[in-house]
Each structure stands twice: as structure tokens, then as C-alpha cells.
């Protein structure tokens, strides 16, 4: 049997706005509304990851809390991390931590979307490595 990662799903509470974000921000191109209020809407990120936001019920504020049970965060990889820290920065979004060392090579820079939803850049030079007792890596990456 083999798996592919057709999309994932993201609650928002205000659907168009955050729609809106990813397509500013990270380029997302929407292929589909179902035209309701409020309305979902699925999302091509750079022809490959699709991305469907649909309206929340609730939410907590411990939603960017990386350590919360459950999917935490989208991992988006990079050739430069730089470059691509520099032009979301372009795009108004905001860095609160380093850049730090990827869990099997490469490094990893964390930040939020306009609902405080964390995701992150990660650049590596190959696949992930086999990681070795007690390197050193960012805890949640």
C-alpha cells in the first residue's frame, strides 16, 4: 500500500482572511470555493501541497503551542533559509526565534500565519539523517 499527502486541513476562524494570508504571504493560488458563509476553500501552495481551510467551531489560545497534543505544525522546505526568511519578511511576517538545527540535518526557522497557526522553513541538503544519540536538535521540528 503506498500513501501520498493529498492535503491538509486548517480551522480558521475567519476563513477569508486567512485565505487571504496564504496567498499573499506563501503564494497559495485558491482552486476551490463552496461558496457558503462563511465559505471554505481549498488552496494550491506552489503546485504541490493543496491546503483546505474551512470554518472553526472554536478555538484556544494554545493553538501555536508547539508541544500541544495532535498536528502542530506545516514544515515548508526551503533551498535558503535566509532568503526565504528575508522575503516573508517582505510580506510583514515576524520571526520570534533563531534559525535553529533540524531533527536530521539542515536547520529550521518557526513562524505564524494570521491566525497564529505555526509553521516553519526548513532547508537541508538531503534527506533526512539517521539521528545519532544525544545530537543536539531543535526539540520540535
Known amino acids: 500500500m ?3 499527502v493529498e492535503h491538509i486541513g486548517l480551522a480558521a476562524r475567519d476563513t477569508g482572511a486567512l485565505k487571504e494570508w496564504y496567498a499573499r504571504v506563501l503564494g ?3 482552486v476551490f ?3 457558503k458563509t462563511p465559505p471554505a476553500y481549498l ?3 506552489n ?3 493543496l491546503i483546505e ?3 472553526a467551531d472554536s478555538s484556544r ?3 501555536g503551542d508547539n508541544r500541544l497534543a495532535g498536528w502542530r505544525h506545516l514544515a ?3 533551498g535558503s533559509i535566509e532568503s526565504a526568511r528575508d522575503a516573508l519578511r517582505r510580506s510583514g511576517v515576524a520571526f520570534e526565534e533563531p534559525i535553529k538545527p533540524a531533527g536530521g540535518g539542515g536547520r529550521v526557522l518557526f513562524f505564524r500565519d494570521g491566525e497564529g497557526n505555526l509553521l516553519h522553513l526548513v532547508e537541508r541538503s538531503e534527506a533526512p539523517a539517521r539521528q545519532q544519540p544525544n545530537e543536539e536538535i531543535s526539540p520540535a521540528c
Do not use: C, H, M
Request: proline letters at 4%.
Open 2 to 4: 503506498s500513501f501520498e
Open 28 to 30: 497559495a493560488r485558491e
Open 33 to 35: 470555493t463552496d461558496g
Open 43 to 45: 488552496l494550491n501552495l
Open 47 to 49: 503546485g504541490g501541497l
Open 53 to 55: 481551510i474551512y470554518p
Open 61 to 63: 489560545a494554545e493553538t
Open 76 to 78: 515548508l522546505r526551503v
